[in-house]
C-alpha cells in the first residue's frame, strides 16, 4: 500500500429526516463519545485528546467517554 493511501480518512454518512450528514470518522466518532489513540503519545497527540475529552465533559459530564488506546 503506498503512503498516500495511508492518509486517506474515511467518510461516513449518516441519514436523517433531515437528509443526509458526511462526516470523516474521526468527527463521527467524537459524536459518539468515543476517542482513541494510535501510536505513541506525544505532545501533539496528548493535548488533542484531552481537548477532546475536555469537550465531551463539557457536554454531558454525566454520561460515559469510551476511551481506546
Known sequence: MN???L????IVVEQT???ERSYDIYSRLLKER???AVG???DYMANVIVA????LESENPEKDIALYI
Open 3 to 5: 503512503e498516500r493511501a
Open 7 to 10: 492518509n486517506l480518512i474515511p
Open 17 to 19: 429526516a433531515r437528509g
Open 34 to 36: 468515543v476517542v482513541f
Open 40 to 42: 505513541p503519545v506525544e
Open 52 to 55: 477532546q475529552l475536555l469537550f
